[in-house]
């Protein structure tokens, strides 16, 4: 019986040592992703993004912690590193609800780097097989952009203007009209280039 109660009482106390130690490591996982949340809260810079993303890789705001990092190093004009930020997050995290956004960052970063047909086909693509998705009309104003650049300003205009007609209640159609007015503001400016080329030189 000395035994079995020897036993039972190792047993138990195996079982409060786990108990403990998984209410420990709960409890430091929480900790770590407070600290982690409140890092993510105050970063702004790409290296602030890497600092906390090397401290805290596993915890919940990893994910988006790696997005701001893409965007931030694209809004540095990083294209190069911002594409390889998305591809990562691709990879790791092939299920995350924002995962989208991270294909839509990888095109963003060949428009960057002045890739604009391979852009707008990506576009293009993205808003075919992603229609109903939230960011399709960030993609649609992407295949706008590339138009412009090409200057096939026609079909870059009839994009946005069907956006606003199309959807008048859109969070987006602002930034439809104020895209709208840039384009319309190249056009003139192109026109009024053209027609002083084509002026007839003044006589002495």
């Given amino acids: 019986m000395k035994k079995n109660y020897a036993a039972l009482a190792v047993g138990a106390a195996i079982v409060v040592l786990v108990a403990t130690g998984l209410i420990m490591y709960f409890l430091e996982q929480r900790r770590a992703a407070q600290q982690a949340s409140q890092m993510l809260l105050a970063a702004r810079t790409p290296k602030q993004w890497e600092e906390l993303l090397a401290q805290y890789p596993g915890v919940p705001v990893a994910p988006i912690a790696l997005l701001a990092l893409a965007a931030s190093q694209y809004n540095a004009g990083a ?8 591809t990562t997050f ?9 995962v989208l956004a991270a294909e839509l960052g990888k095109i963003q970063c ?13 576009y293009s693509q993205f808003v075919s097989v992603h229609r109903d998705h939230f960011l399709a009309p960030q993609a649609l104003f992407g295949q706008a952009r590339c138009l412009q650049r090409l200057r096939r300003y026609r079909e870059a205009k009839a994009i946005y203007e069907d956006f606003i007609v199309s959807h008048p209640k859109s969070e987006w159609v602002s930034q439809a009209e104020f895209s709208l007015r840039i384009l319309e503001r190249e056009i003139r400016a192109q026109s009024a280039q053209i027609v ?4 007839p030189a003044a006589r002495p």
């Fill in 79 to 86: 294209y190069d590193q911002a594409l390889a930020s998305y």
């Fill in 90 to 98: 691709q990879e790791k995290y092939p299920k995350h609800l924002m």
């Fill in 110 to 122: 060949q428009e960057g780097r002045g890739e604009i047909e391979a852009a707008f086909d990506g």
């Fill in 196 to 199: 002083a080329t084509n002026a």
